[in-house]
């Protein structure tokens, strides 16, 4: 949490309102009344609707027990329901705990026991995986599902009407506990405050000038950071403008959608980016997508060719965002130049965002010159949920959060994003840590040894590869066997190695024990040597 004199600061600049998510959402019902807030397929839900459907709902949870303080993990796919369940849960001070649809066993077992969570909330079938099957790992959390519950609670059954609730949180209060992208064994976890984060989406609504008028297409995941607060379905919600989900971020799926809803902004990760221009330039594209004016790409770094192609195809402007769960979001702005959009990552939210860059030492750099980016502010978190000694390094002593990104700063305080030195894969805009992969890995009984890597990927950005040293008295391994087996640990998709690579040894250099960070770096160059 922030040292007192910095929250005073924060509260004196009005950043901080003392306005909880909860407040957000009386107000909007009361300013928006019957506008249509969220649309899902051929639900259309008003402002006035989303905050009943959530008082019902906190009624509902309430009288099952949830109370104040209490974590929930919440997995749910681009649904209205996921709007409920938040605004319920914030409502009784109560902590989602955002996981993504992608997470299987390995991730929601971990969540659940870390956090010691009350409840798991989630879906039955969806995208070919009936999440029902992951009530196995949720421990002591109650199962409640946002659809054919089976064995399990209904959520639907728990809209109740609205009773005196007990008070509700302060602003100063966490609100949710949100995922790191990670780069150590096992995920981190987030805590953001109603007042920290209310300021980040409030701002970046301004900066990306929503409205009233506003149609947001949530094509990524909603409960990642990035398409919930920059600005997002939260930001949409505070300008009283419109939320269309999308079940799916492919073209065939979101340009129909655009078309339907005239949706005017949207956000992507450079991959999906990518898709749709192709679809976009391919002769007889049917939709029409005339009235996007926004496409926002962040979650990776956007190549300068593919950003200059998104204008003249897709006929709307590009804006940058570079962005992190842990706080610190940077945008380029509308009215910028060209170089200044096509080539850097913006720049920061506030003016109270204090930018670090550094070299090895910690040394602070000459400007325009490139090293770590360590970051403090009214927004950016001080620490991990229950990390002590995660934190001890991953922040420096006076606060400032080590983002692992290398960055240089350009004329007017905008970021240029220009690699990374934390072990994280970014693989098109989803985050692996090398080290989680490779200690599922470890536990295959014929793995001596793995090392996990980024390889650069013309499409993904970065790949995942894994080097695999075998034990000598065991049955030959395949790369299937390895992908197989981590799979059934249940880890997410996403996090399985593309590329399994047996190797004999790992290159020692020098005496002694080479520590993860140089054999992985080793690999990284022995890889790129050979190609
Ligand atoms: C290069 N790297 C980027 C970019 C994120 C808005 C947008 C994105 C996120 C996000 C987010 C990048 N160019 N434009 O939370 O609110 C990499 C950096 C960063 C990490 C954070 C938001 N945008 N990155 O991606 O917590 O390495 O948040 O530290 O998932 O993604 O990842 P995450």
Redesign the pocket.
């Known amino acids: 949490m922030w040292p007192e004199e910095f929250a005073a600061r924060y509260r004196a600049q009005g950043y901080w309102r003392g306005e909880t998510f909860s407040d957000l959402l009386a107000t909007c019902a009361r300013r928006y009344g019957d506008q249509i807030a969220v649309v899902e397929g051929e639900r259309r839900v008003s402002y006035a609707e989303l905050a009943d459907r959530a008082d019902r709902l906190a009624a509902g949870l309430s009288g099952i027990g949830v109370r104040h303080g209490d974590r929930v993990v919440v997995q749910l796919p681009n649904v209205v329901e996921f709007f409920d369940v938040i605004f319920a849960l914030f409502r009784l001070g109560a902590l989602p705990v955002f996981a993504l649809p992608a997470h299987r066993a390995a991730e929601i077992g971990y969540f659940c026991a870390h956090t010691e969570a009350v409840a798991y909330i989630t879906t039955a079938v969806h995208e070919g995986f009936d999440h029902r099957q992951l009530a196995a790992v949720a421990g002591d959390a109650r199962v409640i599902v946002a659809a054919d519950p089976g064995e399990h609670t209904a959520l639907a059954d728990l809209y109740l009407t609205p009773t005196a609730l007990p008070p509700g949180p302060a602003a100063a209060d966490l609100a949710f506990l949100?995922?790191?992208?990670g780069s150590t064994g096992l995920p981190k976890l987030i805590p953001r405050t109603h007042d920290d984060y209310l300021y980040s989406v409030r701002a970046s609504a301004e900066i990306c000038e929503l409205s009233g008028d506003t149609v947001y297409l949530c094509a990524l995941p909603v409960a990642?950071?990035?398409p919930?607060?920059?600005p997002?379905v939260l930001g949409v919600l505070y300008a009283g403008g419109r939320v269309v989900l999308a079940p799916r971020p492919d073209p065939a799926t979101a340009f129909p959608l655009i078309e339907r809803e005239g949706v005017t902004i949207t956000?992507l990760v450079p991959p999906l980016a990518l898709l749709w221009l192709d679809a976009a330039s391919r002769p007889g594209t049917a939709a029409d997508l005339s009235t996007l004016r926004v496409l926002q790409?962040?979650?990776?770094?956007?190549a300068d060719e593919v950003a200059g192609r998104v204008g003249p195809t897709l006929g709307c402007q590009v804006q940058?965002?570079?962005?992190?769960?842990?706080g610190l979001?940077?945008y380029t702005r509308f009215g910028d130049p060209g170089d200044i959009v096509l080539h850097t990552?913006?720049r920061p939210i506030s003016p109270d965002d204090e930018i670090w860059v550094v070299d090895d030492e910690g040394v602070e750099v000459p400007p325009g010159e490139v090293g770590h980016l360590l970051t403090r502010g009214p927004y950016t978190i001080r620490g991990y949920w229950r990390a002590e000694e995660h934190n001890a390094t991953a922040f420096t002593p006076d606060g400032f959060y080590r983002?692992?990104?290398l960055v240089r700063v350009v004329d007017g305080g905008y970021l240029v994003?220009t690699g990374?030195a934390?072990d994280?894969i970014?693989r098109g805009?989803e985050?692996i840590a090398a080290e989680e992969v490779e200690n599922h890995i470890l536990a295959h009984p014929g793995v001596h040894d793995v090392a996990v890597v980024a390889v650069p990927d013309p499409y993904l950005g970065e790949r995942t590869y894994a080097f695999v040293v075998a034990r000598p008295d065991t049955e030959p391994m395949t790369a299937p066997m390895i992908r197989g087996f981590v799979r059934q640990r249940g880890l997410a998709a996403y996090k399985i190695p593309d590329k399994v690579e047996f190797v004999d040894t790992f290159p020692v250099t020098g005496v002694g024990k080479v520590s993860r960070k140089d054999l992985r770096a080793a690999l990284r160059d022995r890889l790129a040597s050979s190609t």
Do not use: C, I, W, Y
Request: glycine share 20%; proline share 0%.
């Open positions: 949100q995922l790191s992208g990642h950071n990035f919930l607060s920059s997002g956000a790409v962040g979650g990776a770094k956007l940058q965002v570079f962005g992190m769960a842990e979001v940077n990552q913006g983002t692992g990104d994003v990374r934390k994280q970014n805009g985050k």
